[in-house]
């Protein structure tokens, strides 16, 4: 077991990094760019895996099918699917909030 969490530790570190990457590029675009561009690639970087992460968790479908879905379906499928979901939240995690901080400021 402490094995484990210390994989989904290390894997948890691998995608908020992966994610201060494209939150890096981003900005390296924006200083070529301008404001405009920075704003545009970080909301990019940053939305495309937020989709994804709304794709995994079931966030697209009706109520009525997730709750069949979740009834009928094994705690495994459901445990990767959410950590797929939180992997691909924190990739967009970083973009956004440089987007967010760029527009806003």
Request: with cysteine.
């Amino acid at each position: 077991m402490e094995k484990e969490v210390c994989f989904i530790k290390r894997i948890t570190l691998v995608f908020l990094c992966a994610g201060l990457g494209l939150a890096a590029a981003a900005g390296a675009v924006g200083l070529v760019g301008g404001e405009a561009s920075l704003v545009r690639a970080s909301a990019w970087s940053g939305g495309v895996p937020l989709v994804l992460a709304m794709l995994f968790s079931g966030a697209f479908i009706g109520g009525d099918s997730r709750r069949v879905g979740t009834y009928a379906d094994d705690g495994e499928s459901l445990r990767r699917r959410n950590d797929w979901s939180a992997r691909c939240l924190l990739l967009a995690l970083p973009s956004l909030l440089l987007c967010a901080a760029v527009y806003f400021l």
